[in-house]
T-cell receptor, first 117, second 112 residues
Framework: EAGVAQSPRYKIIEKRQSVAFWCNPI?????LYWYQQILGQGPKLLIQ????????DSQLPKDRFSAERLKGVDSTLKIQPAKLEDSAVYLC???????????????FGPGTRLTVL | DAKTTQPTSMDCAEGRAANLPCNHS???????VYWYRQIHSQGPQYIIH???NNETNEMASLIITEDRKSSTLILPHATLRDTAVYYC?????????????FGKGTKLSVIP
């Protein structure tokens, strides 16, 4: 089966510019996650969707970051305006569904590497 | 969720078993132990998880101590493709969300 798709793979912008990342989860996966991974650290959850509703966005810097999941399938993550400290890899993951018995592993995409100059 | 402690790095000879330890002394009764790994320039990949019994799948074995305060991930015959950062994560299902809080993990280098 096709994996989680992300684009672009790389992006270089200047501070104060805007940027958007796109994620297409595995078909049929109800739950979608966005993570931020700064160099040398583990991924940090930014936001979690169940279908097209937000389950948890407590760690999303809402003054500059926004995310949406149209029709419960694709998702976009936007940063506006970007800061130097936003330089990181942005990972998208999906899982079958949550709130059910048993564990549904998260499948990760390859990530988008953002460099803010 | 309980915190985990892992060594920063480990080496393993190719073909030998790789044993990756993880301490989670504050784990509570409803928390599972999950292992993911991240190969360079890729997203993390699920390996295995367990509650209190030892678990085995086609990738690895997970040994959890009786008091559940520590666990060991075993890759029985390490290959060069197993070189990666390995994350041990403890988490409950919460509101059914199965959220993962990643630490810095253990960088495993498999040496020819």
């Amino acid at each position: 089966e096709a994996g989680v798709a992300q684009s672009p793979r790389y992006k270089i912008i200047e501070k104060r510019q805007s940027v958007a990342f796109w994620c297409n989860p595995i078909s049929g996966h109800a739950t979608l996650y966005w993570y931020q991974q700064i160099l040398g650290q583990g991924p940090k959850l930014l936001i979690q969707f169940q279908n097209n509703g937000v389950v948890d966005d407590s760690q999303l810097p809402k003054d500059r970051f926004s995310a949406e999941r149209l029709k419960g399938v694709d998702s976009t993550l936007k940063i506006q305006p970007a800061k130097l400290e936003d330089s990181a890899v942005y990972l998208c993951a999906s899982s079958l569904r949550t709130g059910t018995v048993g564990y549904n592993e998260q499948f990760f995409g390859p990530g988008t590497r953002l460099t803010v100059l | 969720d309980a915190k985990t402690t892992q060594p920063t790095s480990m080496d393993c000879a190719e073909g030998r078993a790789a044993n990756l330890p993880c301490n989670h002394s504050t784990i509570s009764g409803n928390e599972y132990v999950y292992w993911y790994r991240q190969i360079h320039s890729q997203g993390p990949q699920y390996i295995i998880h367990g509650l209190k019994n030892n678990e085995t799948n086609e990738m690895a074995s997970l040994i959890i101590t009786e008091d559940r305060k520590s666990s060991t991930l075993i890759l029985p015959h390490a290959t060069l493709r197993d070189t990666a950062v390995y994350y041990c994560i403890v988490s409950s299902s919460g509101a059914g969300s199965y959220q993962l809080t990643f630490g810095k993990g253990t960088k495993l280098s498999v040496i020819p």
